[in-house]
């Protein structure tokens, strides 16, 4: 009797935990809103971009794609993406991770308290070298900025909104960066940023499919997301993209979650 009653609980947890996975915890509709891909979202929202959606497609969750010219100002937090679902609004990558545990949805929830621990601190890694060298090569590298960045970002807008937005946005990425101290780097430094950011998540992944266990976890998504658009963004050189092809390890994590979490096509409009 006892061990029909446990082999029924472990049954029903199993269940429990596919069901996560796939989304039982949001009932409606979910809708991700982002700039245009091809000619407007800049490389700092590339990478959010594409970490929200390797998180919800390793979650097996359901989105509808929605590009809007003013999805920043959509925004509550003013960052992109951020998802809507009925009349919920949750912007940027960390807050859309705690409103799906909310709901039940986690791929961490299998990890012990230091795996966690773990987890959060190669995340707080990759967003203080990862994110602030592609916010400072974007914006701080004079070339870059003026050939790529700002046109990409004042795209949708007539002039002079399309010369003086792109101004306000470098002034606010020169704040962010200044408070990161990372505004008075020269370029070689970001890069070796960049180098040393590369190494430690390589030695942290090693021969390893995931970061972690034999699953995927909210760090892959966010490495993910760094990974593929560092090698995939269209810059002026390809030196960020040659500084990840330095680490054969990072280069097959991209492909494998490529190829597990993205349809081919689908990777010219995610």
Known sequence: MMASLVEEAAQIHAQGLESNLQGGGIDEELELYQPFQKDQITLPEEVQCMAVKTLLHMCKIPFSLRLRANAENMSPSG???????????????????????????????????????????????????????????SWCCETIANKVTKPRYGAPYPWPLNKLLPWYKQREAKKYLKVQGWLEKSQDEVYEELKMACKALSDK??????????????????????LYSLLTFQLIDDKMADIVNSFPTLTRFVERIQENYFIAPEMDDV
Do not use: C, W
Request: hydrophobic share 40%.
């Open 205 to 226: 992944l090693d021969d390893q499919y995931y970061f972690f266990l034999d699953r995927p976890s909210e760090l892959d998504a966010l490495v993910f997301g760094h």
């Open 79 to 137: 960052g992109v993406p951020f998802i809507k679902v009925g009349p919920q609004i949750v912007s940027e990558f960390d807050p859309i991770v705690e409103y799906l545990d909310l709901k039940g949805i986690s791929l961490s929830r299998e990890l012990s308290g230091s795996q966690r621990s773990e987890m959060k601190a190669y995340m707080a890694l990759t967003v203080n070298r990862l994110y602030s060298a592609e916010v400072y090569l």
